[in-house]
């Protein structure tokens, strides 16, 4: 500053001047100005956020009200021991919820000290990590380190669960601000201590490979429990957390190690666990552990035909029985955390599975049957299918005209599938898709089930490898014919409960037609003349059977067919060129049907039998029970429907006894236990069976190729037969033999096996006499008269009896004395010896029974009489020769209609 006299003159000068003055006021009131409006703004802005933070926090979910339990559980499925089978999980809901005393302090250490190593200090929100947090952020420019607590992650993920679909800043900074709120208030809820969140955030929480929670990951990552888990073990699914996907053990192990490591750090760090614990979990080779379970849960990841047939009967219940679309159903299957607890006896099925899947059970020379479709576009992109029959039919343009999909080994079968794929890709066609499955041949199907109860104790359904779940199951979903089994459910059974038929009534096995004029076919050569229905059923004749049931019409046949439980029956149906089908026909006695039966009902029909007459429909669960424990189905209340009256029931296990011990069944029978049962061969032998039981197990196994080739050699014919003896003789290895309990309402009585009546004097004497099982109330009333049924033929132009050599040879009673002409002995003479109607009337004759009966009513023995008058017949024929008839002037004759 100049302090000379000028310079203080100018100066006084200067502040004396208005212009200055004037700049000086103006400046001052501007700088005021200025700082009241930039006041104003400032408070103006802090009234406009604590309003816009108060609305924030207004519109927050009311405290009171949220559940921040997790959601979406998988389902467990029990078998009848209370072991798990399986897990059924959709995705998002692989959750099984743990309480905090099951999960070992070691792994909730592990995540506090990974996630929120203030966890136990703070309300809600962690202010020192809030500003550790921005500090990073600003000096490193790293804005990844997390400021969430243990109990703000609860909150995102149980009540703000869109926030992985946030779009902008203000709508993630809305979320913050609520969820910190949020987790101020819960901490103050009573219910709501520090175990509780801890809980219900280790049951929440991501851990990778569609698990949730700490109890799933466990399961997952160690095939145990998480209460088992170790140090170690803990520290890898705690380093998941962050990210599941990038610190995957069984993905990415290395990148899991150095988090895992960073846990472990920080767990010794915070004072949760001794140097000596931290060096042995450091030191643990965790992770080849981890690879060998995931290979074995990888293999056990497909569901088994069991759990497919369950799954298909508890989604079908809970639209039926509880009312839900299929929707809900699916969910609540899938998500809903049930617990339901099947029928499968695990012993059982392991028995029915190593037998199955036994190579020394099959026949030699396995097939494989190849099938293979192709998805494509063309070059303008238009989509085109190529199905196996495409395939098949382009080996038979190529000259393989017996071509069937079947190959002696697998590599074959590839080769003819790379063939046709190059062939589809000549033709112009980008291939989109394939699929190719190569199966064995023949195929078989078996279930096992418990009479008493329905429940199913095992099945199969079908042979080789199962590559997904709910493939085809042979057991529950294919229908085939099923041939000579349903001889006695759609024929013998109705006959029998009816009263119109006993096991003592006797049908002629002769040339018979059906009423189209088919002839029925036997499944031996020629015939075998009168035949009771008990041994109709143990040999299987066709011709007996179908005559008993156009004897009580196939309209009542197939009425107790639907009372059995069949659902694939045809009543009458349009088909797609236009007919009429139905199965309410004479065909039905062999099994004839349009569209054939379910492994596993016909197994239910034939247990009905077994549990003496009461159908019980087949069950796959025993009950199911929701996530809280409520039971939603029950199915231990059984009910039944009572089908057959327990004396028919009792008479065909009867029959059935004999089919096992000496008829058509008797490869089936080992010793130690009572069996019954029916085999089953479609005519063209396309599929075989057998249904058969025990006092404590009903099994019916099938075999036959998927593509409906015939089975072609003896040991291919038995295999339903061989499959069932396998798998029943280890079932019942240490059971007690039982016999099948005979009801109070069935008698025995002598009946003739040549008449079905009650058995004569003359009838013992011929060897026609058995005693017979009958209920009380269809007992014959009428003695038999006379074998007028007998084993008859006669010569159509005779009229005398006639044997196989007579060329014109009827079913009949002979109306004429002696034989025909055309009735030679092996010499080519005319045979002279008596005829069997000769014999009877020798016979009846001989036991004071018929016409002109002339024995020594005090004699002791009346064979002895009937042999002696045989004799004499003899020698009275040999001494009267009669004269050849002219047949060229003979009349046909009419054959009578059997008595």
Avoid at 597 to 614: D, P, S
């Amino acid at each position: 500053m100049n302090y000379s006299h000028r310079g203080i003159q100018n100066k006084r000068a200067e502040l004396n001047a208005k212009m200055p003055k004037f700049a000086n006021m103006f400046g001052s009131f501007f700088y005021q100005a200025t700082l009241i409006i930039i006041v104003t703004a400032g408070l103006a802005g802090c009234f406009a956020g604590v309003g816009v933070f108060r609305g924030v926090l207004a519109s927050s979910p009311d405290i009171s009200t949220i559940d921040v339990r997790p959601t979406g559980f998988s389902s467990t499925v029990y078998d009848s021991q209370g072991n798990q089978i399986t897990k059924l999980v959709a995705t998002n809901s692989n959750r099984i919820y743990q309480t905090i005393d099951k999960i070992p302090i070691d792994v909730q250490h592990a995540f506090v000290a990974i996630e929120d190593e203030r966890f136990y200090e703070h309300n809600g929100i962690d202010i020192k990590g809030i500003f550790r947090a921005a500090y990073i952020g600003l000096t490193q420019k790293d804005f990844s380190q997390g400021a969430s607590t243990i109990t703000q992650q609860l909150i995102k993920n149980n009540v703000f669960t869109t926030w992985t679909s946030e779009s902008s800043f203000t709508d993630k900074l809305k979320r913050k601000i609520q969820e910190q709120f949020l987790a101020t208030r819960l901490e103050k809820r009573p219910d709501m201590t520090k175990d509780a969140i801890l809980e219900l955030y280790l049951n929440t929480i991501n851990l990778g490979q569609n698990t949730l929670g700490v109890q799933a990951a466990s399961l997952r990552y160690f095939n145990k429990p998480v209460s088992q888990l170790d140090l170690s073990e803990g520290a890898v699914i705690a380093a998941i957390t962050s990210n599941p996907s990038r610190y995957n053990p069984i993905s990415h192990p290395d990148n899991n190690a150095i988090r895992r490591k960073l846990v472990l750090d920080r767990m010794l760090e915070q004072g949760f666990i001794t140097e000596s614990a931290y060096n042995e979990a450091i030191n643990d080779d965790v992770y080849s552990r981890i690879q060998s379970v995931n290979m074995a849960v990888e293999k056990n990841s497909i569901n088994s035909y069991f759990v497919d047939a369950m799954i298909k009967e508890v989604l079908s219940d809970m639209k039926s029985k509880l009312g839900y679309n299929d929707n809900q159903a699916y969910n609540m299957l899938y998500s809903g955390g049930l617990q339901i607890f099947a029928t499968q006896d695990p012993r059982i099925q392991k028995i029915c599975d190593e037998v199955c899947s036994d190579p020394e059970t099959y026949p030699e020379k396995t097939h494989y049957l190849l099938d293979y479709q192709i998805t494509g576009t063309d070059r303008d992109g238009k989509v085109q299918n190529f199905s196996s029959q495409m395939m098949e039919l382009y080996f038979k343009e190529e000259g393989r005209s017996g071509y069937n999909r079947l190959y002696l080994s697998e590599d074959e079968a590839r080769e003819d599938a790379d063939a046709y794929k190059a062939y589809v890709e000549s033709q112009g066609y980008t291939i989109v898709n394939d699929h190719i499955s190569i199966t064995p041949q023949p195929q078989i199907s078996l279930t096992v089930a418990d009479q008493s109860t329905g429940y199913i104790k095992g099945i199969v359904g079908g042979r080789g490898a199962k590559t997904a779940s709910l493939t085809l199951n042979r057991a529950t979903d294919t229908m085939r014919q099923p041939g000579s089994t349903f001889k006695v459910v759609s024929t013998y059974a109705p006959a029998f409960d009816t009263g119109q038929k006993t096991l003592a009534s006797v049908s002629m096995d002769e040339p018979f037609n059906y009423v189209n004029g088919r002839p029925v076919k036997n499944w031996y050569s020629g015939y075998k003349g009168v035949c009771t229905m008990r041994y109709g059923i143990e040999q299987s004749l066709n011709i007996i059977t179908v005559k008993t049931l156009t004897d009580i019409t196939p309209q009542l046949g197939f009425e107790y067919l639907q009372r059995f439980g069949f659902t694939t029956l045809v009543d009458s149906e349009v088909l797609s060129d236009g007919s009429i089908a139905t199965d309410i026909t004479q065909a039905l006695a062999l099994g004839g049907i349009t569209h054939g039966v379910k492994n596993h009902e016909l197994n239910a029909a034939y247990a009905t039998i077994a549990n003496k007459g009461v159908y019980i429909k087949p069950t796959f669960y025993t009950k199911i029970l929701d996530h809280d424990g409520n039971v939603l189905i029950d199915n231990t209340r059984i009910q039944g429907r009572r089908v057959l009256r327990e004396s028919t029931a009792y008479c065909l296990i009867s029959a059935m006894e004999d089919v096992v011990t000496k008829g058509t069944g008797a490869k089936v029978n080992f010793e130690g236990q009572k069996l019954a049962g029916k085999t089953g061969t479609t005519s063209d032998n396309k599929d075989v069976w057998f249904a058969g039981f025990s006092p404590y197990y009903t099994c019916t196994t099938w075999a036959g190729y998927d593509n409906n080739e015939q089975l072609s050699d003896s040991d291919q014919k038995a295999l339903a037969k061989t499959v069932w003896k396998a798998v029943m003789q280890r079932i019942h290895e240490g059971f007690p033999e039982k016999d099948f309990e005979k009801p109070e309402t069935v008698v025995t009585a002598l009946a003739c096996n040549q008449s079905g009546n009650l058995a004569a004097d003359f009838c013992q004497a011929m060897g026609s006499a058995y005693v017979e099982y009958f209920d009380k109330d269809f007992v014959p009333k009428e003695p038999c008269t006379g074998h007028l049924m007998g084993d008859y033929y006669m010569c159509a132009l005779t009229g005398q009896a006639a044997s196989e050599t007579c060329p014109v040879r009827v079913a009949g009673v002979p109306i004429a004395a002696g034989w025909c002409p055309h009735s030679l002995n092996a010499d080519g003479t005319v045979r002279t010896d008596p005829t069997p109607a000769e014999i009877a009337q020798a016979l009846m004759a001989a036991s004071g029974q018929g016409d002109g009966s002339e024995t020594d009513p005090n004699a002791a023995d009346p064979l002895q009489a009937a042999q002696d008058a045989l004799a004499g017949a003899v020698q009275q024929q040999q001494q009267q020769p009669q004269p050849l008839p002219d047949v060229t002037q003979m009349v046909p004759v009419t054959p009578q209609p059997n008595q």
